[in-house]
């Protein structure tokens, strides 16, 4: 034969040795085919390996492009491995033996060791950082010395190291209030979430849909995709509505200026890397969303119980779809791919299951007339125009847009209706049980069309269109214009208060009324007319003197006056107040220019991790 090939060690684990190699290999002048040949890798391993060491935020043509960034990034000494030389080195200082000061000395000791390794870029930098980390832990603790805490484990350590100082004292402090001590476990976890120990669900406040699990069951969801990258983690949370409607694929990638096609494997990719198990050297946050769901949604002999399940994802994601949200549960709770699957079709079978049981319910109640009673309430609960006025437009109306179809959203879809023999297209499953009741009362319902009308507002300047859901015919004469929202606290968001104001004027103009609902009835006067504490009142609005808020800024505030998540947009309402959740900003004032990007205005608010993390928009 003429020559040897070198054969490629797939599946084969690195070694922190190896990773150390190719690190050192990349600062020189090698090509990707020459590093992968030494290590007998394919390129495409070898890559993999860099984005995993060095986590960009970005996407990359080829492997190529990868490669040539991640050495211009090791060149700048940006490099986030924690390689044998380094942890063999750094146990030694954690434990408050003697180390070496001078670079060149840490260096050519370590180089006696592993000839074939030069961290003198890395290494002194680690060590710094880990002994500042342990001066601040000293400062809060209050011991009076600078030795690593007891039980402390350099993996611990290296994970606070990553976190800027500010964060790390807030989140200390907190612990501290919390535990009555600063163990690096707790540390850890505030670190990686605010107040993540004191979230949990219990499987009776999931049946029953209790409002403060479902701020939890969001929380929970959000705190599970921090594991995955920053635009992962974006996506994922538009595509299941966590903050705020869901958005399909096809918004989505016009949203980030990428392929549909792209959109849905960045949301596989999250799906996979959002699998935990509890095999761990350092719990992180995700690790807590693993247990509570596991102990909320498990039964004692068969696991996960579909049920349940379906009833978790309808709380927290209820215009999300459903497949994506099952999933998503199934991976935080250590799930295969294949048993994911099989959860999926039979939380399909349970839904179809409480759709059955729904329908009958409204038979019973259409026989028994509390449907009538029901349809009644959303009409005196809505606003009519003052006097008798005769209503406007004709009966020929029809839908002006079809629901979003073709897009695995989950809620939205086509409902065959008996009575008047047609689709009635529906963006959302409460929206659907709203027209189920409408098409089951037809002693008050004369007829119904979804999406009739096109409103239009501005908000901040910029012009918008809006599609109110449906428009009701009643057999007095009257059209009653109806928006449904799952949730109680969206009648908050300053959007939507834009958007009923536009409903409610254009409705005067032609007679028409006008409410905006939940599928339980619920509307913006019920929110805004829920009692709520003068102190806590007190409390947000002396916070709120500051200047615009997020939600880290915020939640300080929540623990210390045990403020209910509902309050806040009670007082949105009550008050005139701005707020918004995409993302999360509180305001006594406008908050003018593009609200995505725009950072609040806050006295000493200097912290790196204020614009680092992203405030999840929808723990209200």
Known sequence: MGGSVRPVRRNQRWTSAEQDMLLDELRGDSSLQEIAARHMRSPGAICARLEKL????????SNEALFEWARSELCKGHTRTLGWA????????????PALSDPAEQAAEVQGEDAGWT??????????????????????????DEQAPQGSSSEELDVLAGTDDLRLREAGLTVLRSHGELNLASWVLECDWPGIEGLGITAD????????????????????????KKRDREIMRLRLGLMGLAMTLDAIAQRFGLSRERIHQIQARALTHARVTQ????????????DTLLAALSTAKAGLDPELVLSFVELATPTGPREVAVTLVASLCGLSAADSRHLVVAVDEHHKERTRRYQELLREERRRGKLTAKVQQLVDKATWPPGQVEPAGGDDVSPLRPPNKGDERGKSGRWMSSRFGREIGYDSGAELRVIQLLDASDDLVASYCEQPVRISYTLYGHRHDYYPDLLVDLRDGRRLLVEVKARIDEFALYENVVKFKAATEFCQALGWGFIATTDRGQTPEDLQNRPVDPHIEQALRAHLALGPTDWHQLQPLTQEHDIHYTDIPTLVLRNGWYWHRDPFRLS?????????????NRRNNTSPSASRREPPSARI
């Open 54 to 61: 060095l986590a960009p935020d970005q996407e990359f043509p």
């Open 86 to 97: 380094v942890e063999h080195a750094d146990s030694a200082a954690v434990n408050g033996n």
């Open 119 to 144: 961290p003198a870029r890395v290494r002194p930098a680690t060590i710094r950082r880990r002994r500042e980390v342990i001066t601040i832990w000293s400062s809060l603790a209050g011991t009076g």
């Open 205 to 228: 406040k999931i049946r029953r849909g209790d409002e403060q699990a479902r701020h939890t069951a969001v929380e929970l969801l959000l705190a599970g995709l921090q594991q995955s």
């Open 279 to 290: 095999n761990i050297g350092v719990r992180h946050c995700w690790h807590h969303v693993h």
């Open 588 to 600: 006594t004032t406008p908050l003018e220019g593009n609200l995505r990007w725009q950072q609040p």
